[in-house]
């Protein structure tokens, strides 16, 4: 359970909660930690009174705070596809929701964030939770985080045109990779590598909207 913060009311959460399963969203263990996790806290304060719309919203130097339902599917499809999740990775910290929402459900998380401000300010929010089991690096996270690795599951919240091949050598064996891939147009793929082979399998899931996966970092 998270500490320490103000909630909005249960019947707002519930709702979106609710639209989740509408959407085809099952796993429980995911609907409960997202009906239990304050999206507000994540957001500017203009902006708090939305967090529990199911809708992306922006969170400054040209990023978005992923849609609800976006977050819901990833990680249902992760803790799906992976067998016992012990660490995870994230490319893409942003605000840190997504983030926090992962750990809750796996033991170890380590993220990766590209814009500074971004992630110290994901930093200040994790601490404020009291989420003791999250590593954040600021760096280009299409290398992600080889000292850390290799992780049973990789989720990125930011889309490249192709898959990253530093990403699919951090998996661990039978590891699973949930990435969007694309341009103007993406699609949320699922990769799993094929027991402790250097093989990968592939399935498409769905189309998406992520902002593009950007090399380099920034201050
Ligand atoms: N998971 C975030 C989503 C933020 S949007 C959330 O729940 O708020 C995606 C994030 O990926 C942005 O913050 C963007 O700065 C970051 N990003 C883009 N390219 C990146 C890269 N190469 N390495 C690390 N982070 C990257």
Known sequence: MLQGVGMTSARTRDRLIQRLVDQGVTN???????????????????LAHRAYEDTALPIGHGQTLSQPYTVARM???????AGKLDKVLEVGTGSGYQTTVLAQLVPQVYSVERIKP??????ERLRQLGLRNVSL???????????MGPYEGILSTAAPHAVPQELLKQLAPSGVLVIPIGGREQHLHLIMRDGDSDNFVTRVIEPVKFVPLVSGTSR
């Open 118 to 123: 971004l992630q110290d300010k994901a930093r």
């Open 28 to 46: 429980m263990r995911v609907l409960d930690v997202m009906r239990n996790t304050p999206r507000h806290i994540f957001l500017d304060e203009a």
């Open 137 to 147: 690096r600021h760096a280009d996270g299409g290398f992600g985080w080889p000292e």
């Open 75 to 81: 990680t249902e499809i992760l803790l799906g596809a």
